[in-house]
């Protein structure tokens, strides 16, 4: 069994996920609380990457995060390396493509918080940052562990758009899903086999704590 190929997507799934936690939960409160122009396109372009086939994504980050595209530029002229083929550039097109699984179960329990107890937060003088940090987040615990289960079970799940960014670098960004696929591709239905074993007990297991969060949020 390639064991590297699951240590990097195990990996992968744990970085995406911490990062997206933090970066997804200041957004989900904009866009559960605040009122703005266009904020219904900002969604729409937030939740685009449920829609688009994967392999869409896949392209148009290599044209972004290419030698000539602005972001692949710049990384080059800073570091002189390349973001694609690398454990950074699967990174970031594995948020990219999680980003929509994070904000929406958090948008949607920062919506169930009674709006009365963010007004008696600020009437006791507490500022956005503080009442987010002191009352939304603590009154929110389920519905950001869902976020958190949920990108991490996309993450481990990701193919085509890890495929395009990334190759197939054993170490580097040879996860699982493409691991089973080169296996089955040269008829190794043993090794293939062993991989896909390896995900049924970790997807089962998330699943029942997802389960667990939701019956926790009802009660």
Known sequence: MDY?????????????????????????????????????????????????????????LIIL???????????????????LFTFLGITVASIIYSLPFAIQPMKAAFSKIDRRLLENAYILGLSR????????????VSGIAAAAVLVFLHSIGAFGVLLMVGGSIPGETKVASIAIYEAVEMMNYTAAGMIALSFLPISYVFLLLINKLNEGARA
């Open 4 to 60: 590297m190929a699951l240590y990097v997507t195990l990996k992968l799934a744990v970085v995406t996920t911490i990062i997206l936690v933090v970066l997804a939960a200041p957004v989900a409160y904009l866009l559960a609380f605040a009122r703005f122009p266009g904020k219904s396109f900002v969604e729409a372009l937030i939740y685009l990457p449920m829609a688009l086939p994967p392999t869409v994504i896949g392209f148009y």
């Open 65 to 83: 995060m290419g030698p000539r595209g602005w972001v692949g530029g710049i990384w080059q002229a800073v570091t002189g390396g390349s973001l």
């Open 129 to 140: 940052r503080a009442a987010f940090l002191r009352v939304v987040l603590p009154n929110s």
